[in-house]
């Protein structure tokens, strides 16, 4: 149980495009999923928090309007990286709370296995 | 001062050694602890989940909390060679974002 995918897993896209990144919880409901950005050897640093049916909640630093995000659904929440750059390169991963009502651990996060994103 | 400090590594060590990983923390609000496994370029597995002071065993592996000392571990027993990923300690206060540490680097070569 508990596990969250993410599509695609990697993509490459030309600078000033925008890319769609889907992360979906299989087997449970989740009010609430966080998105990460990851560099090469460093740990994982929080974008955003998204609850289902209302707005995401950026961390400071995180730029809303370049990087949207939408949960539409208890399964699935997209970002979308607007205008897409070099910098913007990055391996960016989504996780997933459970309900507590499904019976499994609170408190804690499923991860997706990352999306890896190239900017050219 | 971070809220989470975990030493980087890189660890190597032989395989079969016990491996001792370890994370500090300056809030006393925490009381969720996790420990988090990722291999290169994939997401964090969560390996173990602590709520209160003591020790939890789950196999090789073995999560301690202390949190007078606002310190916790997690032991390897037996290490393996596709134990080789980096450790994330993890933890929150509650229904929040989780507040990682650095990750530490584990080689385990035979």
């Known amino acids: 149980g508990a596990v969250v995918s993410q599509h695609p897993s990697w993509v490459i896209c030309k600078s000033g495009t925008s890319v769609k990144i889907e992360c979906r919880s299989l087997d449970f409901q989740a009010t609430t999923m966080f998105w990460y950005r990851q560099f090469p050897k460093q740990s994982l640093m929080l974008m955003a928090t998204s609850n289902e049916g209302s707005k995401a909640t950026y961390e400071q630093g995180v730029e809303k309007d370049k990087f949207l995000i939408n949960h539409a659904s208890l399964t699935l929440s997209t970002l979308t990286v607007t205008s897409a750059h070099p910098e913007d390169s990055s391996f960016y991963i989504c996780s997933a709370r459970d309900l507590p009502e499904s019976g499994t651990i609170q408190d804690t996060q499923y991860f997706g296995p990352g999306t890896r994103l190239t900017v050219l | 001062q971070k809220e989470v400090e975990q030493d980087p590594g890189p660890l190597s060590v032989p395989e079969g050694a016990i491996v001792s990983l370890n994370c500090t923390y300056s809030?006393?609000?925490?009381?969720?602890f996790m420990w988090y496994r990722q291999y290169s370029r994939k997401g964090p597995e969560l390996l173990m989940y602590?709520?209160?002071?003591g020790n939890k065993e789950d196999g090789r592996f073995t999560a301690q909390v202390d949190k007078s000392s606002k310190y916790i571990s997690l032991f390897i027993r037996d290490s393996q060679p596709s134990d080789s990923a980096t450790y994330l300690c993890a933890m929150t206060g509650g229904y929040n974002k989780l507040i990682f540490g650095a990750g530490t680097r584990l080689a385990v070569h035979p």
């Open positions: 809030n006393s609000a925490f009381q969720y």
């Open positions: 602590t709520y209160s002071s």
